[in-house]
């Protein structure tokens, strides 16, 4: 090679997205992977064009082995590269050659092999039991840059090809399935080949193969689509509710995108090793068995809805994602943010009754809350390498993304709105879109300049709060960036402004598009009513002093602040019930954040959660028990308090809630009441209250003599996990170990999921560190230790932090850098409350911190500056708030 030639192939080296000078078209695969030995060998030809003539032909590749390659020319002339180069940084493959290749289509062949890994992507192996013998199976997870670690491939979303695969090796026993039907199978002593049709035009991240054992079910559609649910063997009765859900959504989409569902078939498969909740595999969905797995036993009210709103989520991924692809990862919120939306909107077709979309405003304030932070990052992010990626599949994908589509959708309309999507789905079907190319239909359809109004949403970090005050008959309005930290944010929006001035018929509309603005509202007043408008007596239409509501339904992304005028009359119509359930819960969500930024006293945000304690809708009262949660926490690092009055108050706040809703499910009560009820015991279990306690340890006394009784039902083991382990000790440890021995002998996964969830949070730290070792063993899988350490007890947290620091290079190797490591480095990390920590933290990882995993540790950090900042000012008013909290404790309790 000349040395021109050595120079040319180090700058293709360094980079990090593909060169474009040849295009895949079809993909021929073939795998085989050996299940005894955990390993796979494989075969791609793929029909390439030579866009330029070159020497180099450059793919991604990683951790393969590359045995052999070849390039043929449409002249049937073969071509062996002089060299393969593998660059395991940039994760390529180089093939160069001698001679350049001509402009024209050829086809390129590698054969390859490499490892079934441990780590949930790529190819990987999973196991599962078959009569009580643990077994391997075969599976693939390659969103977003994994399909790499499978064959070697232009691994970019907007490199489409069709996929012909053939799955060998295959035991006959197995099942092997992939994004199409079966086309051919042949057999070969104790083993199958297994060949699927060809697929349509798809990005390599959607590729899917699964080799296990399964039982089914399966639905035609209609619309002639087969839809099939795979379950474990012997619990295919359980993937009855998701195939149900997945065969009224195909219809659904198929209706509102005016497009018919693109394949043959539609699999759904339960797999035991999955690192996500589920991933989109065009044609087959692959989902952990606690998001596919359904039955009346173990699957409490919460886990129902999650499985819907999942269910609904994957299949809309298939027009949203599969069939119209983000050109780049830039554009991720694309695909995440309308499966999110389009979750809900199919969830609410098929339930009603759940009024999902008021439970729609938890994925708002998740979206509000991370895109508070310094270290938040615009919806639209640049990603320069695939690993990286990772770490935008987070709040701001999905619900900021989400969140920003339902502000539009209100803003233009609904019709406009769905006339829109269909027209986008038509001219993008197939192919790869960018943020600008769905802004432009939008404004064809309804002659807004969409994309002058969302612009500023997606490619700018953060969101405004809009500051609110009345002069006379005149609302004022400025906007800032609103940012945690209680910094002044630069930026500024064009906010779609929705207003109610009395009464919900009193309703303004307008575009803030100036830092500060003005509004009269002197027609809702009465001097200036006319004689003919009717009074109406409980929504104040024409009261003489009548509360504002900004951002009517908190459907807008944006926070408010009032001034003390419009707060006071607001505080008033709470108490008076003139207000939706939506609108307080957006009052209590900005109040928290405003109050932890500073801008609010913890006293005025005590005093307005001291409004909520009578209300029994879901949403209102989830939002109080999880301010309630968050308030306790920061005010126990704050202040003393040594005779609990803060837990009184909190117990106090919810427990009339817990008297209406009682602990036995009521025969035929709403699905939102018996989600309710779940929340509100785990509340008074986690403040400690004592009956609750003794009630809940009783039960479970009586279900661990006789798992068939109905004094425990699912709903209510949650609450009493919590308090089994509130109560347990290295001393008395005997609720932990009782705990541990359900996990063990418990088949449903939901019911290891539930007991994984609490079997950190004992107050003692002996048992949190028992815990957190039992992840470094077999027992519980890879995927399911992101349970154990999203609640670890605020006690245990420097316990957590030790463990993390002594078992590093082991957690490192264990869990690499995938979904699973970012969950632990966030969850360890942000309990802590002190700019002391938040230095130890930046200090223990400033030569251990990778770009894997930079953001989420820089936020982390964040997080725990902002508490550290919050308990500075609470401790101004520290003398205050145990005299405020006994004043609003009506019914003081023992805890």
Not at 798 to 816: P, Q, S
Request: net charge negative; glycine share 4%; charged share 25%.
């Amino acid at each position: 090679m000349n040395q021109n030639q050595e120079h040319k192939l180090d700058h293709f080296k360094g980079q990090h997205r593909l060169p474009k000078f040849a295009v895949p078209h079809r993909y021929a695969l073939t795998l085989k992977p050996n299940l005894e030995l955990c390993t796979f060998s494989g075969a791609v030809i793929v029909d390439v064009s030579i866009l330029d003539s070159t020497r180099f032909l450059i793919l991604n590749s990683i951790d393969l082995e590359i045995h052999e390659s070849f390039f043929r020319d449409s002249n049937n002339h073969k071509v062996v590269p002089s060299e393969v180069v593998v660059d395991n940084d940039v994760e390529m493959l180089v093939l160069v050659f001698n001679e350049p290749l001509s402009v024209g289509d050829g086809v390129l062949e590698i054969n390859f092999s490499g490892l079934l890994n441990e780590h949930m992507k790529g190819f990987y192996k999973g196991t599962y039991v078959d009569e009580g013998v643990r077994k391997n199976m075969a599976m693939t997870n390659f969103e977003p840059a994994d399909a790499r670690r499978c064959f070697p491939c232009w691994d970019e979303p907007a490199l489409k090809a069709t996929f012909k695969i053939t799955v060998g090796n295959v035991p006959l026993e197995l099942t092997a399935l992939s994004n199409m039907p079966v086309s051919e199978e042949t057999i070969n002593g104790d083993f199958k080949t297994v060949c699927f049709e060809e697929s349509p035009i798809m990005s390599t991240y959607l590729v899917a193969v699964v080799v296990g054992l399964f039982d089914y079910i399966e639905e035609i559609t209609p619309g002639g689509i087969r839809v099939r649910s795979y379950c474990p063997v012997g619990k295919s009765e359980k993937g009855k509710l998701a195939l149900s859900i997945s065969v009224k959504s195909l219809e659904l989409y198929t209706e509102y995108f005016s497009m018919p569902y693109a394949l043959p078939k539609l699999d759904m498969v339960a797999v035991p090793d999955f690192p996500a909740g589920a991933m989109e595999n065009y044609g087959l969905i692959t989902f952990r068995e606690t998001e596919l797995l359904h039955d009346d036993l173990h699957s409490a009210a919460a886990n129902t809805q999650r499985l819907l709103i999942v269910v609904t989520h994957e299949v809309g991924h298939q027009w949203f994602g599969n069939l119209v692809t983000m050109e780049w990862w830039t554009h991720l919120w694309l695909n995440e943010g309308f499966a999110t939306w389009v979750s809900y909107l199919a969830t609410d077709s098929l339930f009603p009754e759940w009024r999902i979309w008021t439970q729609f405003l938890e994925e708002t304030a998740d979206g509000l809350q991370l895109d508070s932070l310094e270290q938040s990052h615009p919806v639209e992010v640049e990603v320069h390498k695939a690993s990286s990626v990772l770490e935008v599949f987070d709040a701001i994908s999905y619900q900021k993304g989400s969140s920003l589509i339902r502000m539009l959708k209100e803003y233009l309309g609904d019709d406009i709105f769905q006339k829109s999507m269909s027209s986008y789905m038509k001219k993008y079907a197939y192919k790869n879109a960018k943020t600008e190319d769905l802004w432009s239909v939008l404004s064809e359809e309804s002659g807004v300049e969409v994309n002058q109004l969302m612009d500023i949403w997606t490619k700018q970090t953060g969101y405004p709060v809009i500051y609110v005050k009345l002069e006379d008959y005149t609302l004022q309005f400025e906007q800032t960036r609103f940012m945690s930290l209680g910094l002044q944010g630069e930026g500024q929006w064009i906010v779609p402004i929705t207003l109610s001035v009395g009464s919900y018929n009193n309703c303004k509309k307008f575009l803030f598009e100036t830092k500060v603005g003005k509004l009269d509202v002197s027609e809702f007043y009465p001097s200036h009513c006319s004689s003919s408008q009717p009074q109406d007596k409980n929504n104040q239409a024409v009261a003489e002093k009548p509360w504002v509501k900004v951002n009517v339904g908190h459907t807008g992304f944006y926070r408010v602040k009032y001034d003390s005028i419009l707060t006071a009359r607001l505080m008033k119509a709470i108490e008076d019930k003139h207000l939706s359930p939506e609108d307080k819960f957006g009052i209590l969500d900005d109040t928290y954040a405003l109050c932890e930024a500073g801008e609010e006293s913890i006293a005025s945000l005590l005093s307005l959660m001291d409004l909520y304690r009578e209300d029994l809708d879901y949403i209102v009262l989830s939002r109080l028990i999880n301010a309630c949660y968050n308030t306790a926490k920061i005010l126990r690092d704050a202040i003393y308090d040594p005779w609990n009055h803060l837990n009184e108050f909190f117990i106090d706040l919810i427990i009339s809630s817990a008297d209406k809703l009682g602990l036995e499910p009521v025969p035929g009560e709403s699905h939102l009441n018996t989600m309710l009820r779940e929340e509100v015991l785990k509340a008074l279990a986690t403040f400690g209250h004592k009956e609750t306690h003794e009630e809940l340890k009783n039960r479970f006394q009586i279900y661990i003599n006789d798992r068939n009784t109905s004094v425990f039902p699912v709903d209510i083991r949650k609450a009493a996990y919590i308090s089994i382990m509130k109560t347990s000790s290295a001393i008395d440890r005997s609720g932990f170990d009782l705990l541990l021995k359900l996990y063990r002998e418990a088949d449903a996964v939901q019911e290891k999921a539930r007991i994984l969830s609490y079997i950190a949070s004992s107050p003692d730290p002996e048992l949190v560190k028992e815990a957190l070792d039992l992840m470094l063993t077999d027992e519980i899988r890879e995927q399911d230790t992101v349970y154990v350490t999203a609640r670890i007890s605020l006690e245990g947290r420097e316990t957590a932090w030790m463990w993390l620091k002594e078992k590093w290079d082991v957690i490192v190797k264990r869990w690499g850098q995938g979904m699973v490591f970012h969950r632990f480095i966030r969850d360890i990390v942000t309990p802590f409350s002190s700019h002391e920590m938040a230095e130890e933290v930046e200090e223990f990882f400033s030569s251990r911190g990778t770009p894997s995993f930079v953001r989420i540790l820089k936020q982390s950090i964040e997080k725990i500056r902002i508490k550290a900042g919050w308990i500075e000012k609470i401790r101004q008013e520290e003398s205050l708030i145990p005299k405020l909290t006994r004043g609003l404790t009506r019914t003081p309790i023992k805890t």
